[in-house]
Protein backbone atom coordinates (compact mmCIF):
# COMPACT_ATOMS: atom_id res chain seq x y z
CA UNK A 1 0.00 0.00 0.00
CA UNK A 2 0.71 3.78 -0.86
CA UNK A 3 1.72 6.05 2.16
CA UNK A 4 -1.44 8.48 3.64
CA UNK A 5 0.55 11.44 1.66
CA UNK A 6 -0.59 9.84 -1.94
CA UNK A 7 -4.64 11.17 -0.48
CA UNK A 8 -6.40 14.09 0.68
CA UNK A 9 -10.18 15.14 1.43
CA UNK A 10 -12.38 17.29 -0.54
CA UNK A 11 -15.34 18.93 1.00
CA UNK A 12 -18.96 18.22 -0.97
CA UNK A 13 -20.11 21.14 -0.05
CA UNK A 14 -17.49 23.95 -1.05
CA UNK A 15 -14.83 22.09 -2.67
CA UNK A 16 -11.98 23.23 -0.26
CA UNK A 17 -9.24 20.54 -0.14
CA UNK A 18 -8.94 19.25 3.40
CA UNK A 19 -6.01 17.13 4.94
CA UNK A 20 -5.78 13.72 5.24
CA UNK A 21 -3.48 13.57 7.90
CA UNK A 22 -5.75 14.21 11.22
CA UNK A 23 -9.40 13.57 12.15
CA UNK A 24 -11.65 14.17 9.56
CA UNK A 25 -14.52 16.37 10.96
CA UNK A 26 -16.77 18.75 9.21
CA UNK A 27 -15.48 21.43 6.70
CA UNK A 28 -15.93 24.89 8.46
CA UNK A 29 -18.80 25.71 6.11
CA UNK A 30 -20.47 22.58 7.78
CA UNK A 31 -19.98 20.33 4.72
CA UNK A 32 -18.79 16.19 4.73
CA UNK A 33 -14.77 15.68 3.64
CA UNK A 34 -15.09 13.27 1.12
CA UNK A 35 -11.87 10.66 0.58
CA UNK A 36 -10.31 11.27 -2.69
CA UNK A 37 -7.30 8.59 -3.56
CA UNK A 38 -6.03 6.88 -6.42
CA UNK A 39 -9.02 4.05 -7.93
CA UNK A 40 -8.49 1.24 -10.54
CA UNK A 41 -9.44 1.44 -13.66
CA UNK A 42 -9.19 -2.02 -14.17
CA UNK A 43 -8.66 -5.24 -12.17
CA UNK A 44 -8.58 -8.83 -12.41
CA UNK A 45 -10.79 -10.77 -10.38
CA UNK A 46 -9.00 -13.57 -10.13
CA UNK A 47 -6.54 -11.40 -7.16
CA UNK A 48 -9.30 -11.90 -5.27
CA UNK A 49 -10.13 -15.40 -5.44
CA UNK A 50 -6.27 -15.93 -4.88
CA UNK A 51 -6.23 -13.79 -1.61
CA UNK A 52 -9.75 -15.56 -0.01
CA UNK A 53 -7.15 -19.04 0.23
CA UNK A 54 -4.15 -16.93 1.56
CA UNK A 55 -2.47 -16.90 4.90
CA UNK A 56 -1.67 -13.10 4.80
CA UNK A 57 -3.82 -10.80 7.65
CA UNK A 58 -4.68 -8.80 5.17
CA UNK A 59 -5.99 -11.18 2.96
CA UNK A 60 -7.65 -12.99 5.50
CA UNK A 61 -9.90 -9.62 5.64
CA UNK A 62 -13.09 -9.19 3.91
CA UNK A 63 -12.30 -5.68 4.68
CA UNK A 64 -8.65 -5.30 3.27
CA UNK A 65 -8.70 -8.23 0.58
CA UNK A 66 -10.22 -5.80 -1.82
CA UNK A 67 -7.60 -2.86 -0.70
CA UNK A 68 -7.13 -1.44 -3.92
CA UNK A 69 -10.69 0.47 -3.62
CA UNK A 70 -9.48 1.48 0.25
CA UNK A 71 -7.73 4.32 1.08
CA UNK A 72 -3.50 3.55 1.02
CA UNK A 73 -2.33 3.17 4.74
CA UNK A 74 0.45 1.48 5.70
CA UNK A 75 0.54 -2.29 6.59
CA UNK A 76 2.11 -1.38 9.33
CA UNK A 77 -0.57 0.66 11.44
CA UNK A 78 -3.43 -1.41 10.11
CA UNK A 79 -5.69 -2.79 12.74
CA UNK A 80 -7.54 -6.08 11.84
CA UNK A 81 -9.27 -9.09 13.89
CA UNK A 82 -10.09 -10.19 10.51
CA UNK A 83 -13.72 -8.43 9.68
CA UNK A 84 -16.05 -9.19 6.89
CA UNK A 85 -16.11 -12.78 5.65
CA UNK A 86 -20.17 -12.40 6.07
CA UNK A 87 -21.88 -15.31 4.65
CA UNK A 88 -25.31 -15.58 2.26
CA UNK A 89 -27.77 -17.36 3.65
CA UNK A 90 -31.13 -18.46 1.74
CA UNK A 91 -34.37 -19.47 3.48
CA UNK A 92 -37.48 -20.99 1.75
CA UNK A 93 -39.90 -19.70 4.33
CA UNK A 94 -38.31 -16.37 4.07
CA UNK A 95 -38.59 -16.63 0.40
CA UNK A 96 -42.28 -17.75 0.88
CA UNK A 97 -43.34 -15.35 3.79
CA UNK A 98 -42.16 -12.32 1.75
CA UNK A 99 -43.10 -13.62 -1.81
CA UNK A 100 -39.57 -13.33 -3.06
CA UNK A 101 -38.02 -17.15 -4.59
CA UNK A 102 -34.80 -15.39 -5.17
CA UNK A 103 -33.65 -13.98 -1.69
CA UNK A 104 -30.66 -14.07 -0.20
CA UNK A 105 -29.39 -12.55 3.14
CA UNK A 106 -26.29 -11.10 4.05
CA UNK A 107 -24.87 -11.55 7.62
CA UNK A 108 -22.89 -9.05 8.86
CA UNK A 109 -23.84 -10.00 12.10
CA UNK A 110 -21.17 -12.33 12.27
CA UNK A 111 -18.38 -9.80 11.81
CA UNK A 112 -16.12 -10.00 15.19
CA UNK A 113 -18.22 -7.40 17.64
CA UNK A 114 -21.70 -8.73 15.82
CA UNK A 115 -22.19 -5.19 13.37
CA UNK A 116 -21.47 -4.05 10.07
CA UNK A 117 -19.64 -1.78 11.96
CA UNK A 118 -16.14 -3.50 12.12
CA UNK A 119 -15.77 -2.79 8.63
CA UNK A 120 -15.61 0.62 8.95
CA UNK A 121 -13.88 0.54 12.07
CA UNK A 122 -10.77 -1.48 10.75
CA UNK A 123 -10.27 1.30 8.48
CA UNK A 124 -10.86 4.07 10.17
CA UNK A 125 -8.99 3.09 13.13
CA UNK A 126 -5.68 2.04 10.81
CA UNK A 127 -6.09 5.90 9.86
CA UNK A 128 -6.28 7.30 13.19
CA UNK A 129 -3.49 4.86 14.35
CA UNK A 130 -1.60 6.10 11.49
CA UNK A 131 -2.17 9.69 11.75
CA UNK A 132 -1.10 9.47 15.76
CA UNK A 133 -4.50 10.17 17.35
CA UNK A 134 -4.25 10.05 21.21
CA UNK A 135 -8.14 9.31 21.70
CA UNK A 136 -11.04 8.32 19.73
CA UNK A 137 -14.65 8.53 20.14
CA UNK A 138 -17.97 8.05 18.90
CA UNK A 139 -21.61 8.71 19.60
CA UNK A 140 -23.66 5.74 19.16
CA UNK A 141 -27.05 3.85 19.84
CA UNK A 142 -24.85 0.72 20.66
CA UNK A 143 -23.28 -1.45 17.52
CA UNK A 144 -20.84 1.40 16.97
CA UNK A 145 -19.51 1.68 20.88
CA UNK A 146 -19.08 -1.81 20.50
CA UNK A 147 -16.71 -1.62 17.21
CA UNK A 148 -15.25 1.54 18.86
CA UNK A 149 -14.06 0.21 21.91
CA UNK A 150 -13.09 -2.83 20.11
CA UNK A 151 -10.70 -1.93 17.53
CA UNK A 152 -9.65 1.11 19.81
CA UNK A 153 -8.34 -1.63 22.55
CA UNK A 154 -6.64 -3.67 19.93
CA UNK A 155 -4.83 -0.53 18.48
CA UNK A 156 -3.88 0.45 22.04
CA UNK A 157 -5.79 3.62 21.82
CA UNK A 158 -8.15 5.39 24.42
CA UNK A 159 -11.87 5.65 23.49
CA UNK A 160 -14.94 7.49 24.96
CA UNK A 161 -18.53 6.91 23.61
CA UNK A 162 -21.43 9.36 23.96
CA UNK A 163 -24.83 7.36 24.76
CA UNK A 164 -27.93 8.37 24.77
CA UNK A 165 -29.28 7.77 27.92
CA UNK A 166 -31.35 4.49 28.94
CA UNK A 167 -31.83 4.23 25.10
CA UNK A 168 -28.82 1.14 24.32
CA UNK A 169 -29.60 -2.56 24.50
CA UNK A 170 -27.60 -3.98 27.64
CA UNK A 171 -25.85 -6.17 25.31
CA UNK A 172 -24.21 -3.47 23.59
CA UNK A 173 -23.48 -1.32 26.76
CA UNK A 174 -21.42 -4.86 28.11
CA UNK A 175 -19.52 -4.81 24.92
CA UNK A 176 -18.49 -0.96 25.18
CA UNK A 177 -17.65 -1.36 28.63
CA UNK A 178 -15.78 -4.80 28.76
CA UNK A 179 -13.66 -3.38 25.75
CA UNK A 180 -12.91 -0.63 28.49
CA UNK A 181 -14.28 2.52 26.78
CA UNK A 182 -15.04 5.65 29.24
CA UNK A 183 -18.61 5.81 28.53
CA UNK A 184 -20.33 9.27 28.59
CA UNK A 185 -24.08 9.11 28.92
CA UNK A 186 -26.13 11.99 27.51
CA UNK A 187 -29.55 13.03 28.60
CA UNK A 188 -31.00 13.37 25.09
CA UNK A 189 -31.20 11.48 22.07
CA UNK A 190 -28.91 10.35 19.59
CA UNK A 191 -28.51 13.06 17.45
CA UNK A 192 -28.29 15.02 21.05
CA UNK A 193 -25.12 12.78 21.56
CA UNK A 194 -23.98 13.41 17.66
CA UNK A 195 -24.02 17.15 18.14
CA UNK A 196 -21.67 16.96 21.93
CA UNK A 197 -19.30 14.45 19.95
CA UNK A 198 -18.47 16.57 16.73
CA UNK A 199 -18.17 19.72 19.50
CA UNK A 200 -15.67 17.41 21.76
CA UNK A 201 -13.92 16.59 18.35
CA UNK A 202 -13.00 20.35 17.59
CA UNK A 203 -12.00 21.27 21.30
CA UNK A 204 -10.86 18.47 22.55
CA UNK A 205 -8.94 17.01 19.82
CA UNK A 206 -10.50 13.50 20.04
CA UNK A 207 -10.47 11.57 16.73
CA UNK A 208 -13.68 11.07 15.59
CA UNK A 209 -15.09 7.69 14.24
CA UNK A 210 -18.48 8.40 13.48
CA UNK A 211 -19.73 8.04 9.69
CA UNK A 212 -19.38 11.75 9.03
CA UNK A 213 -15.52 9.85 8.80
CA UNK A 214 -15.07 8.92 5.31
CA UNK A 215 -12.60 6.46 6.15
CA UNK A 216 -15.43 4.81 7.83
CA UNK A 217 -17.45 4.90 4.91
CA UNK A 218 -14.50 3.13 2.71
CA UNK A 219 -14.32 -0.04 4.78
CA UNK A 220 -18.14 0.00 4.64
CA UNK A 221 -18.39 -0.29 0.58
CA UNK A 222 -16.73 -3.45 1.13
CA UNK A 223 -20.17 -5.02 2.15
CA UNK A 224 -21.07 -4.35 -1.14
CA UNK A 225 -17.38 -5.58 -2.67
CA UNK A 226 -17.59 -8.80 -0.97
CA UNK A 227 -21.19 -9.29 -1.84
CA UNK A 228 -20.30 -9.37 -5.34
CA UNK A 229 -17.40 -11.72 -5.47
CA UNK A 230 -19.92 -14.31 -3.66
CA UNK A 231 -22.05 -13.87 -6.68
CA UNK A 232 -19.16 -13.70 -9.19
CA UNK A 233 -19.38 -10.47 -10.28
CA UNK A 234 -23.13 -10.90 -11.65
CA UNK A 235 -24.96 -8.28 -9.92
CA UNK A 236 -28.34 -8.81 -8.29
CA UNK A 237 -31.50 -6.86 -9.10
CA UNK A 238 -31.90 -5.37 -5.59
CA UNK A 239 -30.00 -4.72 -2.46
CA UNK A 240 -32.05 -3.76 0.22
CA UNK A 241 -30.88 -2.26 3.03
CA UNK A 242 -31.73 -0.72 6.93
CA UNK A 243 -31.73 2.91 6.95
CA UNK A 244 -30.58 4.80 10.14
CA UNK A 245 -27.51 7.22 10.08
CA UNK A 246 -27.42 6.57 6.19
CA UNK A 247 -23.71 5.59 6.09
CA UNK A 248 -23.99 2.44 4.88
CA UNK A 249 -26.35 3.90 1.87
CA UNK A 250 -23.64 6.01 1.09
CA UNK A 251 -20.62 3.60 0.86
CA UNK A 252 -23.14 1.01 -1.04
CA UNK A 253 -23.72 3.34 -3.74
CA UNK A 254 -20.41 4.85 -4.34
CA UNK A 255 -18.67 1.05 -4.25
CA UNK A 256 -21.13 0.33 -6.78
CA UNK A 257 -20.23 3.13 -8.86
CA UNK A 258 -16.78 2.33 -8.72
CA UNK A 259 -16.81 -1.33 -9.25
CA UNK A 260 -18.33 -0.96 -12.40
CA UNK A 261 -15.85 1.69 -13.59
CA UNK A 262 -13.07 -0.65 -12.84
CA UNK A 263 -14.74 -3.37 -14.77
CA UNK A 264 -15.44 -6.11 -12.34
CA UNK A 265 -19.54 -5.11 -12.85
CA UNK A 266 -21.26 -4.78 -16.19
CA UNK A 267 -24.74 -3.28 -14.35
CA UNK A 268 -25.54 -1.87 -11.35
CA UNK A 269 -27.98 -3.14 -8.69
CA UNK A 270 -31.16 -1.12 -7.74
CA UNK A 271 -30.60 0.06 -3.94
CA UNK A 272 -33.95 -0.05 -1.55
CA UNK A 273 -33.74 1.56 1.64
CA UNK A 274 -35.56 0.61 4.50
CA UNK A 275 -36.52 2.71 7.55
CA UNK A 276 -38.60 2.58 10.25
CA UNK A 277 -41.77 4.75 10.24
CA UNK A 278 -41.03 5.99 13.68
CA UNK A 279 -37.32 7.55 12.39
CA UNK A 280 -38.02 8.13 8.36
CA UNK A 281 -36.62 11.45 7.44
CA UNK A 282 -35.26 9.69 4.50
CA UNK A 283 -38.47 8.16 3.18
CA UNK A 284 -40.29 11.79 3.91
CA UNK A 285 -37.36 13.38 1.79
CA UNK A 286 -37.40 10.41 -0.98
CA UNK A 287 -40.83 11.30 -1.22
CA UNK A 288 -41.03 14.93 -2.02
CA UNK A 289 -38.17 14.10 -4.53
CA UNK A 290 -35.60 15.19 -2.71
CA UNK A 291 -36.57 18.79 -2.70
CA UNK A 292 -36.22 19.05 0.84
CA UNK A 293 -35.24 17.53 4.04
CA UNK A 294 -36.33 17.98 7.50
CA UNK A 295 -34.92 16.10 10.81
CA UNK A 296 -37.89 14.80 13.03
CA UNK A 297 -37.41 13.49 16.42
CA UNK A 298 -37.36 9.91 16.23
CA UNK A 299 -38.62 6.45 17.70
CA UNK A 300 -38.38 2.85 16.88
CA UNK A 301 -38.07 -0.40 18.40
CA UNK A 302 -34.94 -1.05 16.48
CA UNK A 303 -32.66 1.56 18.16
CA UNK A 304 -30.11 0.55 15.59
CA UNK A 305 -31.92 2.97 12.98
CA UNK A 306 -33.56 5.22 15.91
CA UNK A 307 -32.03 8.40 14.33
CA UNK A 308 -33.86 11.41 13.30
CA UNK A 309 -31.26 13.67 11.52
CA UNK A 310 -28.90 11.50 9.65
CA UNK A 311 -25.93 12.99 9.30
CA UNK A 312 -25.13 11.10 5.45
CA UNK A 313 -28.23 12.18 4.14
CA UNK A 314 -26.36 14.02 1.19
CA UNK A 315 -24.49 11.02 0.31
CA UNK A 316 -27.16 8.39 0.37
CA UNK A 317 -29.57 11.08 -1.62
CA UNK A 318 -26.86 10.90 -4.43
CA UNK A 319 -26.83 6.75 -3.58
CA UNK A 320 -30.04 6.70 -4.31
CA UNK A 321 -29.97 8.74 -7.57
CA UNK A 322 -27.32 7.13 -8.97
CA UNK A 323 -28.50 3.78 -8.21
CA UNK A 324 -32.12 4.41 -9.35
CA UNK A 325 -33.29 3.29 -5.81
CA UNK A 326 -36.30 3.43 -3.69
CA UNK A 327 -36.59 4.49 -0.13
CA UNK A 328 -39.49 2.48 1.99
CA UNK A 329 -41.18 2.52 5.39
CA UNK A 330 -42.17 -0.24 7.69
CA UNK A 331 -43.93 -0.32 10.98
CA UNK A 332 -42.70 -2.18 14.02
CA UNK A 333 -44.73 -4.30 14.36
CA UNK A 334 -43.45 -5.31 10.72
CA UNK A 335 -40.11 -5.23 11.82
CA UNK A 336 -40.75 -7.52 14.91
CA UNK A 337 -42.93 -10.09 13.00
CA UNK A 338 -40.05 -10.14 10.11
CA UNK A 339 -37.40 -10.75 13.10
CA UNK A 340 -39.26 -13.52 14.88
CA UNK A 341 -39.22 -15.10 11.15
CA UNK A 342 -35.63 -14.56 10.71
CA UNK A 343 -35.20 -15.86 13.87
CA UNK A 344 -36.92 -19.02 13.38
CA UNK A 345 -35.42 -19.52 9.99
CA UNK A 346 -32.38 -20.47 12.21
CA UNK A 347 -30.82 -17.43 10.99
CA UNK A 348 -31.17 -14.18 13.55
CA UNK A 349 -31.07 -10.89 13.95
CA UNK A 350 -31.15 -7.52 15.84
CA UNK A 351 -34.31 -5.52 14.94
CA UNK A 352 -32.87 -2.95 12.52
CA UNK A 353 -31.61 -5.86 10.71
CA UNK A 354 -35.17 -7.24 9.95
CA UNK A 355 -36.53 -3.83 8.70
CA UNK A 356 -34.63 -5.21 5.04
CA UNK A 357 -36.86 -7.94 5.13
CA UNK A 358 -40.11 -6.59 6.13
CA UNK A 359 -39.34 -3.96 3.46
CA UNK A 360 -38.70 -7.00 0.79
CA UNK A 361 -41.87 -8.26 1.57
CA UNK A 362 -43.36 -4.94 1.44
CA UNK A 363 -42.06 -3.76 -2.08
CA UNK A 364 -42.78 -6.93 -3.05
CA UNK A 365 -46.58 -6.49 -2.63
CA UNK A 366 -46.43 -3.16 -3.93
CA UNK A 367 -44.94 -4.52 -7.13
CA UNK A 368 -41.66 -2.43 -7.48
CA UNK A 369 -39.96 -5.52 -6.53
CA UNK A 370 -40.95 -7.98 -9.94
CA UNK A 371 -41.07 -11.66 -9.43
CA UNK A 372 -38.15 -13.09 -10.97
CA UNK A 373 -35.85 -10.59 -9.64
CA UNK A 374 -33.07 -11.76 -7.56
CA UNK A 375 -32.53 -10.02 -3.92
CA UNK A 376 -30.42 -9.55 -1.25
CA UNK A 377 -31.32 -8.19 1.89
CA UNK A 378 -28.33 -7.19 4.63
CA UNK A 379 -28.37 -8.35 7.78
CA UNK A 380 -26.62 -5.70 9.95
CA UNK A 381 -26.53 -7.05 13.17
CA UNK A 382 -26.54 -9.87 15.16
CA UNK A 383 -29.02 -11.91 17.41
CA UNK A 384 -27.61 -11.21 20.55
CA UNK A 385 -27.11 -7.37 20.16
CA UNK A 386 -30.74 -7.07 21.83
CA UNK A 387 -32.42 -10.18 23.63
CA UNK A 388 -34.34 -7.82 25.89
CA UNK A 389 -36.62 -7.18 22.79
CA UNK A 390 -36.43 -11.10 21.88
CA UNK A 391 -38.02 -11.52 25.35
CA UNK A 392 -40.70 -8.86 25.06
CA UNK A 393 -42.12 -9.99 21.68
CA UNK A 394 -42.08 -13.41 22.71
CA UNK A 395 -43.11 -13.32 26.64
CA UNK A 396 -44.45 -9.76 27.29
CA UNK A 397 -47.76 -8.51 27.86
CA UNK A 398 -48.59 -8.62 23.91
CA UNK A 399 -47.06 -12.04 23.41
CA UNK A 400 -50.28 -13.57 22.67
CA UNK A 401 -51.50 -11.33 19.57
CA UNK A 402 -48.81 -11.77 18.13
CA UNK A 403 -47.10 -14.22 15.29
CA UNK A 404 -44.62 -16.52 15.81
CA UNK A 405 -44.39 -16.31 19.60
CA UNK A 406 -43.02 -19.25 21.53
CA UNK A 407 -43.53 -19.18 24.71
CA UNK A 408 -41.61 -21.70 27.57
CA UNK A 409 -43.89 -24.27 29.41
CA UNK A 410 -43.76 -25.27 32.75
CA UNK A 411 -44.53 -29.11 33.40
CA UNK A 412 -44.31 -31.81 36.31
CA UNK A 413 -41.20 -33.90 35.98
CA UNK A 414 -42.99 -36.79 34.37
CA UNK A 415 -43.13 -38.34 30.84
CA UNK A 416 -46.98 -38.42 30.43
CA UNK A 417 -46.73 -34.45 30.91
CA UNK A 418 -43.78 -33.96 28.51
CA UNK A 419 -45.88 -36.29 26.13
CA UNK A 420 -48.77 -33.71 26.34
CA UNK A 421 -46.63 -31.12 25.72
CA UNK A 422 -44.59 -32.78 22.51
CA UNK A 423 -48.45 -34.35 20.96
CA UNK A 424 -47.79 -31.29 18.22
CA UNK A 425 -43.88 -32.19 17.62
CA UNK A 426 -42.72 -35.68 18.36
Known amino acids: MASSGSMHLVCDACGRVLPADRSPGRCSCGGLPELVFALPESIDPAVYDRRRGGLDPLDRSGV ?52 FKDRGMTVATSHARAVGARVVACASTGNTSASVAAYAAMAGLPAVVFLPEGKISAAKLGQAIAYGARIVQVRGDFDSAMRLVQEASQ ?39 PGGNLGNTAAFGTAIVELEAAGLIRRRPRLAVIQAEGASPFYRAY ?64 PASAASVAGVRKLVRSGV ?57 A
Not at 332 to 349: M, T
Request: charged letters at 20%.
Open 64 to 115: WRYREFLPPLPPDQIVTRPEGNTNLYSAAALSTWTGCPHLLLKHEGENPTGS
Open 203 to 241: ELGLYLLNSINPFRLAGQKTIVIELLHQLCWEPPDWIVL
Open 287 to 350: RNGFASFSPEPAETVASAIRIGNPVSYDRARRSILETDGVVEIVTDDEILEAKARVDRSGIGCE
Open 369 to 425: IMPGQRVVALLTGHLLKDPDTVMAYHLGPEAEHRPMTNRPVTIEPTVAALRGVLSDV
